[in-house]
């Protein structure tokens, strides 16, 4: 049976607390409103907003035998995502990260690798990768047995037979990450880090430059995200900068991953790059509405009614 999208990486517990005003000293105890459990990780994120746009999509990760990673497998499910792909590892706990909400500060995360860091490029089932239209891979760099000879053979074969390969990262600090991922470009059809992601990787801070040097490196399209400053794209054929949609900003958490989803979304409606970065840009913004990586992005009916009453303002570079 066919299917729209797989989505394969990092799947996590996130445990955050509601914005507080700022961090507490050494044995003090701060009251926030809200300390909550929402699902997390950037495969699970963006499977999780695929399937709000009506995207069929199943999910390919791993958890530990335990009760986080049974409410992972509850959420995708809840949220009408396919989860029969995520393999459960006895031997190791799930990943879990700790978000720190600072009222009018990015986001502080502590994160455990946990049964994220097993995953490796054996465990993508190619029968269902072949039945897929896009090929998602999220959290790469943050699963060490996911490397990249393994992981650009199976982009490799998936672009052979027409699958669409998206690759998203996460850097777990500073490290050369550039030797783990040159030999995997070539093999991709969207790219789709951060600006900071992006200089840890390239050794360069201006966004226009590090698209330039991934577009060089092999892959097709390039799309730089920049949080408020928009995003810039590099193809064989355009240079584009994209503004931002006007969203009240409550939290960043999963904005990046509602991006990624909103460009799928596009890609697999066959729109070009300019409407995908409409598509992205809307669904990243609608996710800022709240501290959980999830929760406010918009559905089907919400976006399309969005972007016909907004207008992206994308420009040449």
């Given at each position: 049976?066919?299917?729209?999208?797989l989505?394969?990486?990092?799947?996590?517990?996130d445990?955050?607390?509601?914005p507080?005003?700022r961090?507490p000293?050494?044995?003090?105890?701060l009251?926030?409103?809200?300390?909550?459990?929402?699902?997390?990780?950037?495969?699970?994120?963006?499977?999780?907003?695929l399937?709000?746009?009506?995207?069929?999509?199943?999910?390919v990760g791993c958890?530990?035998?335990?009760a986080?990673?049974?409410?992972?497998?509850?959420?995708?499910?809840?949220?009408?995502?396919?989860?029969?792909?995520?393999h459960?590892?006895?031997d190791?706990g799930?990943?879990?990260?700790?978000?720190?909400n600072?009222?009018?500060?990015d986001?502080?995360?502590?994160?455990?690798?946990?049964?994220?860091?097993k995953?490796t490029?054996?465990?993508i089932?190619?029968?269902e990768?072949?039945?897929?239209k896009?090929?998602?891979?999220?959290g790469?760099?943050?699963?060490?047995?996911?490397?990249?000879?393994?992981?650009?053979?199976?982009?490799?074969?998936?672009?052979?037979?027409g699958?669409?390969?998206?690759?998203?990262v996460?850097?777990p600090g500073?490290?050369?990450?550039w030797?783990?991922?040159?030999k995997?470009?070539?093999?991709?059809d969207?790219?789709?880090?951060?600006?900071d992601?992006?200089?840890?990787?390239?050794?360069?801070?201006?966004?226009?430059?590090?698209?330039?040097?991934f577009?060089?490196?092999?892959?097709?399209?390039v799309?730089?995200?920049?949080?408020?400053?928009?995003?810039?794209?590099?193809?064989?054929?355009?240079?584009?900068?994209?503004?931002v949609?006007?969203f009240?900003?409550?939290?960043?958490?999963?904005?990046?991953?509602a991006?990624?989803?909103g460009?799928?979304?596009?890609?697999?409606?066959?729109?070009?790059?300019?409407?995908?970065?409409?598509?992205?840009?809307?669904?990243?913004?609608?996710c800022v509405?709240?501290?959980?990586?999830?929760d406010?992005?918009?559905?089907?009916?919400?976006?399309?009614?969005y972007?016909?009453?907004?207008?992206?303002?994308?420009?040449?570079?």
């Amino acid at each position: 049976m066919s299917q729209d999208c797989l989505s394969v990486g990092v799947l996590v517990a996130d445990h955050m607390c509601a914005p507080i005003e700022r961090l507490p000293k050494p044995g003090e105890l701060l009251v926030t409103d809200q300390l909550l459990l929402t699902i997390g990780g950037c495969a699970s994120n963006a499977a999780m907003d695929l399937a709000r746009v009506g995207v069929d999509v199943s999910v390919v990760g791993c958890v530990g035998n335990d009760a986080f990673g049974e409410y992972i497998i509850d959420a995708l499910e809840d949220g009408g995502v396919d989860a029969g792909l995520i393999h459960r590892r006895p031997d190791v706990g799930t990943s879990a990260t700790l978000i720190i909400n600072v009222r009018g500060e990015d986001r502080r995360f502590i994160h455990t690798l946990g049964a994220n860091a097993k995953l490796t490029a054996a465990d993508i089932p190619w029968k269902e990768v072949k039945h897929s239209k896009v090929l998602y891979v999220g959290g790469f760099l943050l699963m060490p047995a996911l490397v990249q000879e393994e992981l650009a053979e199976v982009f490799r074969q998936a672009r052979e037979i027409g699958v669409v390969t998206v690759l998203d990262v996460v850097l777990p600090g500073p490290g050369d990450y550039w030797h783990r991922l040159e030999k995997l470009l070539p093999h991709t059809d969207v790219f789709l880090p951060n600006t900071d992601e992006s200089t840890v990787i390239t050794g360069q801070a201006d966004p226009k430059t590090q698209a330039e040097i991934f577009f060089n490196a092999g892959a097709k399209t390039v799309v730089i995200t920049c949080g408020g400053e928009g995003t810039y794209l590099r193809s064989t054929d355009l240079k584009l900068h994209a503004e931002v949609f006007p969203f009240t900003f409550v939290g960043g958490t999963g904005a990046g991953d509602a991006f990624d989803a909103g460009y799928i979304a596009g890609l697999l409606r066959g729109l070009g790059p300019r409407d995908c970065l409409a598509w992205g840009s809307a669904l990243g913004g609608s996710c800022v509405r709240s501290i959980s990586a999830t929760d406010s992005v918009f559905t089907l009916d919400q976006v399309e009614a969005y972007l016909r009453e907004h207008k992206l303002t994308i420009t040449n570079w």
